[in-house]
């Protein structure tokens, strides 16, 4: 698998009905197959013409569009947001849902939020009001603290020089036709099929002397 130009939509690591009851099927088509496949399309469109660029990973895009002119770098921004988040998402869940927190996770979750539920109850509350479109994450910062933030539409903790570890997709094409309008059933039955041994690998990611390499700035 390449990180760079030409982007692939990358299949996902389960069958398009293996989230039922929580996820549905169709929904799970359209939003790999139509949705992200259009932002893998978009990008790749974008940096038909741009050498230096086709050499970048999708982090580096992302880090590096800013100092682009805003043309070019806000829709690249965009699209490249848009790869990095969805497959970030597809990713951190399973329908085999594992464990939990590994001890480490635990015991960081606990020292930021004060309990496992506690940090559960603060992050569905914060996918509940994101306004419109966008995600909720759990993130680690630069002194590998931990802290839950939203962004709008496509944006990452990435330019935002945090490290993410866990996310939820809000926009309503990732619920609506299971689940309506209403947000909150779909966070709760997202809990379900979170995929923590994704989410523990990021964390260990994250721990590395020299994870801040890329994600702060350094690179
Ligand atoms: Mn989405």
Not at 65 to 91: C, D, E, K, M, W
Request: hydrophobic share 35%; charged share 15%; aromatic share 14%.
């Amino acid at each position: 698998m390449s990180d760079h130009y030409p982007f692939e939509n990358l299949p996902l690591p389960y069958a398009y009905d293996a989230l039922e009851p929580y996820i549905d099927e169709q929904t799970m088509h359209l939003h790999h197959d139509k949705h992200l496949q259009n932002y893998v399309d978009t990008l790749n469109g974008l940096l038909k013409d741009s050498p230096y660029l086709q050499t970048m990973s999708l982090v580096q895009l992302i880090c590096t569009t800013s100092r682009l002119r805003p043309q070019i770098g806000i829709p690249i921004a965009r699209n490249a947001g848009g790869v990095y988040n969805h497959r970030f998402y597809f990713n951190n869940l399973s329908p085999t849902s594992s464990a939990g927190p590994s001890p480490d996770l635990l015991v960081a979750i606990q020292c930021a939020f004060g309990n496992f539920t506690a940090f559960q109850e603060k992050f569905s509350h914060a996918a509940k009001s994101v306004f419109g479109s966008g995600y909720a994450w759990l993130v680690c910062g630069p002194q590998k603290e931990l802290s839950i933030l939203t962004t709008a539409n496509q944006e990452t903790p990435l330019t935002l020089g945090r490290y993410p570890l866990l996310t939820i997709d809000v926009w309503e094409h990732a619920y609506y036709l299971k689940h309506y309008n209403k947000r909150a059933d779909y966070i709760k039955d997202w809990w379900n099929i979170v995929n923590w041994d994704w989410v523990n690998a990021q964390y260990m990611l994250c721990m590395k002397p020299n994870c801040g390499k890329i994600f702060w700035g350094d690179y």
